[in-house]
């Protein structure tokens, strides 16, 4: 949480110095209504987790929900990074390799979530056929991330990371990748509700809220 609040400054802090330059129009920066909303949710899963993690240690939800608001928060980081590389605003290297992270950063929220919703409230899967869809959505999220594409975000980009032998192989099936991930994320929705009908008393009831957010 330390390291999340020190990011949110350094973007501030970055923010400032592109509008002095001249260049605020080349990301949304922390004043717009967009940016808010992403900071709000990044805040929202920090709250959740803090509260989880600090209670319920042992707790992978805690953790998860940790994880979440980082990835969230890192989204606008390297989208700094990119902005500060492109634009020659400050000195930072890289700005191939920050389009790239930030084209592909949303993966790991979807796959975060989806673990969430597999493992609350209990800490545990709710059969060893869910625990698959766990294992799916982690294995999926990664060869997605690494998997090839063009940076639509971040015109003028290009993912150094491409090898042209393995194209147009790679591209599709970092894209299939990403679709497996999505069905992952209703079926840990599915699972939610499966839990919740089976479920009793204090756990029906921790349910709860969660199941609204999945609705």
Do not use: K
Not at 15 to 28: E, H, K, N, Q
Not at 118 to 137: D, E, H, K, N
Request: proline share 5%; charged share 15%.
């Amino acid at each position: 949480v330390a390291i999340e609040v020190a990011t949110v400054i350094v973007m501030a802090v970055a923010d400032r110095r592109l509008a002095t330059t001249g260049r605020g129009d080349v990301i949304i920066s922390l004043a717009d209504p967009a940016a808010w909303l992403l900071l709000t949710g990044a805040v929202a899963a920090a709250g959740v987790g803090w509260v989880v993690a600090t209670q319920q240690p042992a707790h992978p939800v805690g953790w998860l929900f940790l994880g979440l608001s980082a990835a969230v928060l890192a989204s606008g980081a390297v989208d700094e990074w990119y902005a500060f590389s492109s634009v020659g605003a400050g000195t930072l290297p890289g700005g191939d390799i920050a389009a790239t992270v930030g084209d592909r950063i949303f993966i790991p929220w979807f796959t975060t979530v989806t673990l969430v919703l597999l493992l609350t409230p209990t800490g545990r899967y709710l059969s060893p056929r869910w625990r698959l869809v766990g294992r799916a959505t982690i294995v999926a999220s990664g060869l997605g991330i690494i998997g090839d594409g063009p940076l639509e975000s971040y015109p003028g980009a290009r993912n150094p990371f491409t090898v042209v032998a393995l194209n147009p192989a790679a591209r599709i099936g970092g894209l299939i990748m990403v679709l497996v991930v999505g069905v992952c994320l209703l079926a840990g929705a599915a699972s939610l509700v499966v839990r919740f009908r089976r479920a009793t008393g204090e756990e029906r009831r921790q349910l709860l809220w969660l199941l609204l957010a999945v609705v």
